[in-house]
């Protein structure tokens, strides 16, 4: 069969036979989210059969068996059985067999001449039990993964196969650019971390606190732009509070987790597609074998890990006709701490040792993590001075301050005021004239408004109208339902204090 690969695909492909070759048994792929995991895995199954090679395929989720049998499918190859339960397609006489590594860990292990490990960061003490097995050791083990950057992954495979970086395949179109906005900032200080990343429990009571959640939605309506979105929160009362929230704002939103049946996520994902939905609420069961048209990615799950990180945002790299770029929210300061996908690369497994953290090294890691924007919260790359969202260019500010001929050291940053450019802010002041004009807004209110948007009046600007656009119509949503849900509070507090 003769596939159609990308050449960073063949390229890896081809690598492969050359590990193998040089007598390597257990390579790792590294193929980013998006980058074509499952095509690869296919051409090396199809080379397997043409060898007349039997092939294990092994999945860590029982929801994948059926996501690999139908990605197979596609590909030409149907020669397939499942190992898992008593799944309709159980056939052991089939060539390639697709199994859980749960089945697996308390049956007989079949015969193999090659077993591919899908999501092989996901780490099982059974597969190193498994591989040190005599009658193993000389099998090839290769594994796939879009994060293979596991603790200790390096004791156990023995090669890695990079087929391309996220930001090699974003420069060849094969993967969406995206832009990152940061508007909240959890206080997470006094939350533990628990094996590599933050206590889920205390995280959860961070997370869930009333205007954090508020702000995950009014900040979808300001600057989501209607977009198809994967929404990830910290655990189920999280998730359904973030999507009791959209609903209340009026933007119809679905819920996932582990329990959620496949057939229903199925019908989630179509609903997403046609429109009926337009936020999908998640608690990281939507980081894997997930192939949505997804062109916005709520983050309100703060993490230290590389590997969920890359997985959450990979959701959204995807291409699509008529996309342009994926928009990321990170309202969990994510990207402030591990800095930007594209930037997030290791050369070589971890091997379990420990590393030195030298001073210059972790200076220099410091200064490559993306900023902030202080205008509109868009993370820029380090050393870009001038926001290409908004076109604000900060000015050095002078840490001492003249008040009433005394001098006063300052602590901390001065935040700009006005930070948007000249020309934006004229533009927003002309489209609430047009809203004002429109809804019989007294003589001043659009300044008013302008005045809550940029912190001063529009002294400098003309009094021209002019139509709003998406961004400033949402603003106005958003605001509106801040004011209902202030006015319902404080009704139900005066009822309350009067009974």
Not at 262 to 277: K, P, S
């Amino acid at each position: 069969m003769n596939f159609d690969l990308h050449p960073h695909q063949q390229q890896a492909i081809e690598a492969l036979r050359a590990s193998l070759r040089a007598g390597k048994r257990r390579p790792m792929i590294q193929a980013p989210t998006g980058a074509g995991k499952t095509v690869i895995a296919a051409a090396i199954v199809d080379g397997a059969l043409s060898k007349s090679k039997r092939v294990l395929f092994v999945v860590p989720f029982l929801s994948l068996i059926d996501q690999t049998l139908e990605a197979f499918a596609k590909q030409g190859i149907s020669s397939v059985g499942a190992i898992q339960g008593y799944h309709p397609a159980t056939d052991s006489l089939q060539p390639v067999q697709i199994a859980s590594i749960q089945t697996l860990m308390r049956r007989r292990l079949p015969s193999a001449d090659i077993v591919l490990v899908d999501e092989a960061h996901r780490w099982y003490d059974f597969y190193s039990t498994w591989m040190g097995m005599p009658e193993w050791r000389n099998t090839p083990f290769v594994g796939l993964s879009a994060s293979p950057w596991t603790k200790g992954l390096g004791k156990h495979y023995d090669d890695l196969i990079v087929a391309a970086t996220t930001s090699e395949l974003i420069t060849k179109g094969l993967l969406s650019p995206f832009r990152v906005y940061a508007p909240a900032h959890p206080d997470l200080s006094e939350v533990k971390t628990v094996a590599g990343d933050f206590h889920e429990g205390q995280l959860s009571d961070v997370m869930r606190q009333p205007t954090l959640v508020a702000g995950v939605v009014e900040t979808w309506l300001r600057l989501g732009e209607d977009r198809p979105t994967l929404c990830f929160a910290v655990d189920r009362a999280h998730a359904r509070r973030i999507a009791d929230e959209f609903e209340a704002a009026g933007v119809p939103a679905g819920y996932v987790d582990a329990k959620t049946p496949r057939d229903e996520r199925i019908r989630m994902g179509r609903r997403l597609a046609e429109g009926q939905i337009k936020v999908i609420v998640n608690i990281a069961t939507m980081t894997t074998g997930v192939d949505l048209d997804v062109r916005c990615i709520v983050l309100a799950r703060p993490t230290k890990s590389e590997i969920l990180f890359t997985q959450i945002v990979g959701r959204g790299l995807r291409t699509a006709p008529g996309k342009d770029d994926c928009l990321i929210l990170d309202h969990s300061d994510s990207t402030l701490r591990l800095g930007f996908v594209t930037d997030i690369h290791h050369a070589a497994l971890d091997d379990g040792k420990p590393r030195r953290a030298l001073g210059t090294v972790a200076k220099e890691q410091r200064a490559s993590l993306p900023k902030e924007c202080t205008a509109c919260s868009y993370l820029k790359p380090a050393g870009v001075h001038k926001c290409p969202a908004c076109g604000f260019a900060p000015e050095r500010q002078s840490l001492i301050e003249n008040r009433g001929g005394s001098l006063m050291q300052l602590n901390g940053k001065r935040k700009a005021v006005g930070a948007d450019s000249r020309e934006r802010r004229q533009e927003w002041y002309s489209m609430l004239l047009a809203i004002g004009n429109q809804r019989g807004w007294k003589t001043g209110a659009a300044a008013h408004r302008y005045r809550e948007r940029f912190g001063v009046w529009p002294r400098d600007l003309i009094e021209v109208a002019k139509a709003p656009d998406l961004e400033v119509r949402n603003w106005m949503k958003a605001r509106q339902i801040a004011f209902l849900k202030g006015k319902a509070k404080s009704e139900a507090g005066a009822g309350a204090h009067a009974a």
